[in-house]
C-alpha cells in the first residue's frame, strides 16, 4: 500500500518545478495523485479548523507554511479575508504565484525557516500557524529542531500551531500490521497478498513515533502545551497520518 510521500524523493526544489510545470494538476503540483486530495479538500479544511479554533475569532495574524498552490491555501484565503485576519504565506516564488493576492495577505517566498529577518521581526506575534503536510519534507531539507523552535518563537500568547498530515511509519506499520490495515491493503489493491511491513529496521529520512514524541517533548519542555491528535477518520490517509497540535499557554 504505497503512500504518496514515499514515492519520490521530493523536496522544496522539486515542489518548485511541480508548480511551473503545466502539466500537472494542482494537486500533482503537491505531490498527491489527484484521487487523495479531488473532492477530498473541504473535509480536509474542516478538520484543520476544528482544531485551530483561533481561526474563528477575527482580525488574528495567520502564518501559513507550505500553502502549495490546491484549494486548501485558497479556502484559508477566503476564511481569512471574511475574519479580517491577516494572513502570511510562505513557500516558494513559482508556488506562490499560483495563489490569489489581496489586502492583508502577505506572500513570502523562502525556505522556511530560512528567513531570520522575518523570524526575528515576528516573535509572539502569531495566533495560527499552519503547516499542512509539509513536516516530511522539512526533516529531509532543513535543521529540524530549529524548525521547531523558530516557530514555537513565532507563537503569540494564546497562539496555536498544527503540524498537520504528518506521514508517521510507525502508525503506518501498526495499520497495516492489523487485521483491519490488511484488509484495507487487500481491498485497495485487488489482491489476496498481505502487506509488506518490517519492524526493528532504520528508515531513513522518514518520521516515525520518535520523531512525533520527540517535538511534543520539545515544545513541553519550552513552557507549551502540545498533542498528538487523530485526524477525522473521512480524510483519505486517516490510517496512516496524523497531527500534532501546540498551544502556547
Ligand atoms: C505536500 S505540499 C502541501 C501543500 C499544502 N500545505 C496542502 O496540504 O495542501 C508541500 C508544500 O510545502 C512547500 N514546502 C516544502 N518545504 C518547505 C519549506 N521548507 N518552506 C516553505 N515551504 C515548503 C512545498 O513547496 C509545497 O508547496
Known sequence: M????NFVDIGFEEFRKFASDASMSK???IGFPNAYREGREEAIFADITGKL????????KVLDIGPGC?????MLIELCRDRSHELTLIDSQEMLDLLPSGQRIEKLAAMYPQCPEFIEANRGKFDVIL???VLHYIIVDVSFFRFVDLS???LAPGGQLLLGDIPNISKRKRFFASETGIRFHQAFMNTAEKPQVSFNT????QIDDAVVMAIVQRARLQGFDAYVLPQDPSLPMANRREDILITRP
Open 2 to 5: 504505497a503512500d504518496p510521500a
Open 27 to 29: 494537486y500533482e503540483k
Open 53 to 60: 479554533r483561533n481561526l474563528n475569532g477575527t482580525s488574528s
Open 70 to 74: 490546491s484549494d486548501l491555501p485558497t
Open 131 to 133: 503547516c499542512y503536510s
Open 152 to 154: 514555537l518563537s513565532l
Open 202 to 205: 532504520i528508515e531513513h529520512d
